[in-house]
């Protein structure tokens, strides 16, 4: 197996031209400290959870494609990866090494190999400066610590909230859809509470419930409220007469 657990390396190291192993090489660097510049900088990188537990006193050498679709082909990669070594893991004996495979490991080592990588890259790229970088690694950090069997569910509930309301923190836009969704969605319930507490009718059809626009507005005021003001509907304001947006 591939390792240099423990090492030391003083002098500018490059890695540029390995051809690294298809299979996961997980904490291949682990309690390695680079003194000097390292170079990852090839086309074939992809051991993330290599990287794992690792010290760089100078920032190293990292492809940077600035592309979301490249990004996220690698992490589709690295998870395809990672799934494969946990289907021979289970096939082999736990105390054992076998080849350049590696000693057999459970799943939640593998995903937390994975998840500790991308976060040597996040604080990697933190350390640059790089927003974009650093964001990006933080999304594939969580996103593979969720997969970890030993994380909690509730955990896990709220990361996918997290993930669906802002991507992880990597949309901008993402946030204000899922606001006004909210609001919407949040109005109309309001509304629906409206007419079956007390429905206006029409006299000339009283089976037939009346939504007047001046409800739907009271609706949405309501919903707006609730959600900036989240106390309004307590205020000791006298309301207008109709209005149900203080409920």
């Not at 409800?215 to 309004?232: A, G, H, I, K, Y």
């Amino acid at each position: 197996s591939v390792s240099f657990s423990g090492s030391m390396f003083e002098d500018t190291s490059s890695f540029a031209r390995i051809n690294w192993p298809d299979q996961p090489i997980d904490n291949a660097f682990a309690d390695v400290r680079f003194r000097d510049r390292a170079n990852f900088d090839g086309e074939d990188f992809a051991p993330v959870s290599a990287l794992n537990h690792v010290t760089f006193d100078v920032p190293p050498v990292f492809p940077e494609p600035h592309e979301s679709a490249v990004f996220e082909r690698q992490y589709r990669a690295a998870v395809a990866r990672t799934r494969a070594a946990i289907r021979r893991d289970r096939t082999r004996d736990p105390k054992a090494a076998s080849g350049d495979i590696g000693p057999a490991r459970t799943a939640d080592q593998r995903w937390a190999a994975l998840s500790g990588g991308y976060r040597t890259l996040k604080n990697i790229a933190r350390e640059h400066g790089d927003f974009f970088l650093e964001q990006t690694y933080y999304r594939y950090e969580i996103k593979s610590r969720m997969k970890r069997p030993k994380v909690s569910m509730w955990e896990k509930a709220v990361a996918a909230m997290y993930g669906a309301v802002s991507d992880y923190g990597s949309s901008v836009a993402r946030p204000f859809v899922a606001l006004f969704a909210g609001l919407i969605v949040f109005s109309t319930v309001y509304l629906a509470i409206g007419l079956a507490v007390d429905p206006p009718v029409d006299p000339s059809a009283p089976e037939v419930p009346v939504v007047s626009q001046d409800m739907v507005w009271q609706s949405w005021e309501f919903s707006w409220n609730n959600t900036f003001r989240p106390l309004s509907a307590l205020s000791t304001d006298v309301p207008r007469e109709g209005d149900v947006s203080r409920l």
